[in-house]
Structures are given as structure tokens and as C-alpha cells.
């Protein structure tokens, strides 16, 4: 079956994703050859090793997703608009191990096969550090006591907003999700699944198709992925991380100053996550290296601007960051107390 949003004439070439392709593959053979060696082609080379498996790893899941029925969807992430439909989404969020560029990829995918406003939202707001590998990581760096506070807290941040959304839409201010897929009478998820695998081939056209769907159902995310490589190697040449540290400090000026730098640097989870642990321990400023980590999903333009394409919705968009940003002040001077 042809998804809903499959065009039947000839697409244009996506100009934008091909210049910003063109722009990092460039930058990164240079590099990569020693032809050419400074702060923008060796950022562009450092990001882009650190994101590929992620990025790599969300194009195989949104290629999977795309060979699920939607009926499997809803059945695992529970009913939409309710309470335990916003915990499974922030426990997957949570537990799948991915980059946030590779989980902004599955949660557009969600959204198309029937997930809740709510939900979707819940996802991604749990998701972009909170991976095994990454909670791992920022256990090494901060501490284990830190570790548990951040990644608690960014679960509740995830909860309320996801309940938050579910109320928003319930009550008209946003739209609902089109793709809303109600299951059958007498669906059940485990009879059904073996069915399906008993059907399915597992052979190397699947692979190929699996690789095929993901990557085409991943462009309008990647677009805007590698521009923000193509950004953050610009500010980090113009701004490395070393010149700004001094300014973090644990008060309003401080926490102000994080907000701003995390909604300008465009970084993967990977790269964030070193960062806001030097705010931590350099800076002693617990509350704004957890911002840090936190703004940079709500007020990424990457996830925004994906958003507003995937739902067709300015308003959905911008009220990602108009709903967590509170939160994430909130919580971060708390902690700076």
C-alpha cells in the first residue's frame, strides 16, 4: 500500500538536502585526506563520525516502522490521549539507543503510523540523551547521583508536556493527528506478530527494501540534520565550547546564557552530552549543564522545523518549545538552589 503522502507525480530535487550533502561530503574528504585541515572541516569530520551510527541506525528503524502495520504501533504505545499511552512513549524514548537526529527520524515515523500528539511529543523529549550508551557516558563524566537526577527529571519534563499536548488537542488549540489509526475488535498483538513473521522473507531484497524505505522516509529529516552539521561546524570556529564555559555559572545569567548558547549550537546527543558535563564539573553548575542538555531538544530547529513538515503545523512546532522551556528553567534553578 502506497503511503498517504507519496506524490504521484515527479518530485523536485530537494536542492537544500543535496547542497548541505555536497557542502559536509566535501569538507569531510579533505579532511579525511589531510588536504585541507581547520576548525570547520575537522568539526564536520568529528560530527559526522559521531552521529553516522545513529543517523544510520534511525534510517533501518524508520525502514522497519514502514513495514509495520499500524495496528502494531498503536498496540504497543497504548491508547492515545491517555496516561499510560504517555509512559510507553517516554519508556521507549528512554530505552531505544539512539542518537537524537536517529530517534527525530523514528518519532516521524510514529506520528505517520497513528501515534498521539502527546505521545509523539513524550518520545522525543525523553529520548535525545537518554539512550543506554549515553546515560552510560554521562555517568562516567558527572556521576552516578547526577546521572539518575537528569535522567529522572527529564522523564517527568517528559511526561507533563506529553499530558500537556494530549489536553491542547483534546481541547482544539492543536490539531489531532490525521494518521490516528483506531485497532480492530479482537485484535491481539502476539498471535498477529508471529503471523507476520511467519509471512515475511528475511532475505537480501527485504534488506534492501528495509535500507530503500528508511532512507526515503528519513530525507525530510536529514535535510535538516546535516545543515546543523553544516551550523555547528560554523560556530564552532567562530565560538568553541572553552570560550564560553567561564560565563556558566549557577545563576540567572548564567542559566540565561545556557539557554541561549544550547538554542544556537545545533549538536547531536553525542556532542551535547560532553559539553553539559564540563558545565557541571567546570562550571559547578548541576541546573544549567541539565538545561543545557534539555533546551538544546526544545528549542532544536532541526526537531522544529521537522516537526512543522511532518504535522504540516507551525503551531505544533512552536509550542515544543513553548511548553518545555518553562519546565527546564524551572527545574534548572531548582537545582542550581
Known amino acids: 500500500m502506497n503511503s498517504s503522502c507519496c506524490q504521484t507525480h515527479k ?11 555536497l557542502i559536509i561530503a566535501s569538507s ?3 579532511y579525511w585526506q589531510n588536504l585541507l585541515s581547520n576548525t570547520f572541516t575537522q568539526s564536520v569530520f568529528e560530527l559526522l563520525n559521531t552521529m553516522a551510527w545513529g543517523i544510520f541506525i534511525g534510517i533501518v528503524f524508520v525502514g522497519i516502522l514502514n513495514k509495520i502495520p499500524k495496528e502494531f504501533v498503536t498496540s504497543l504505545l497504548g491508547k492515545g490521549g491517555s496516561f499510560s499511552g504517555i509512559l510507553r512513549a517516554t519508556g521507549a524514548g528512554v530505552l531505544l539507543d539512539l542518537c537524537s537526529h536517529g530517534i527525530l527520524m523514528v518519532g516521524m515515523k510514529l506520528y505517520e503510523r497513528g501515534a498521539s500528539l502527546g505521545q509523539v511529543m513524550a518520545f522525543l523529549i525523553a529520548s535525545p540523551w537518554n539512550s543506554f550508551s549515553l546515560t552510560l557516558i554521562l555517568w562516567a563524566l558527572v556521576g552516578f547521583k547526577w546521572m539518575m537526577a537528569f535522567l529522572l527529571l527529564s522523564m517527568v519534563i517528559a511526561i507533563i508536556s506529553g499530558l500537556i499536548f494530549e489536553k491542547l488537542v483534546a481541547k482544539k488549540i492543536l490539531p489531532q493527528n490525521p494518521n490516528h489509526h483506531a ?17 515475511t522473507k528475511f532475505n537480501t531484497e527485504f534488506f534492501k527494501h528495509i535500507l530503500k524505505e528508511g532512507f526515503k522516509g528519513s530525507k525530510m529529516v536529514l535535510r535538516w540534520v546535516f545543515f546543523g552539521v553544516i551550523l555547528a561546524s560554523l560556530i564552532r570556529t567562530f565560538l568553541s565550547p572553552e570560550n564560553f564555559e567561564m560565563f556558566f555559572g549557577p545563576s540567572l545569567a548564567g542559566l540565561g546564557l545556557t539557554i541561549l548558547v544550547a538554542t544556537i549550537l545545533e549538536v547531536c546527543s553525542e556532542g551535547s552530552t ?9 562550571a559547578g553548575a548541576p541546573g544549567n549543564s541539565f538545561a543545557f542538555l534539555m533546551t538544546g531538544v526544545s528549542t532544536d530547529y532541526t526537531e522544529i ?3 512543522k513538515e511532518t504535522t504540516k503545523s507551525w503551531k505544533i512546532a512552536l509550542f515544543l518549545p513553548l511548553v518545555t522551556i518553562p519546565q527546564v528553567i524551572l527545574i534548572a534553578w531548582m537545582i542550581n538552589q
Request: charged share 20%.
Open 183 to 199: 485497532l480492530p475488535e479482537n485484535f491481539h498483538f502476539w498471535p498477529e506478530a508471529k503471523k507476520q513473521l511467519s509471512q
Open 305 to 307: 522545523l521537522s516537526l
Open 11 to 21: 518530485q523536485k530535487r530537494d536542492y537544500f538536502l543535496w547542497g548541505s550533502v
Open 28 to 30: 569531510y574528504l579533505v
Open 274 to 282: 560532553p559539553i553539559a558535563a564540563d558545565i557541571l564539573t567546570r
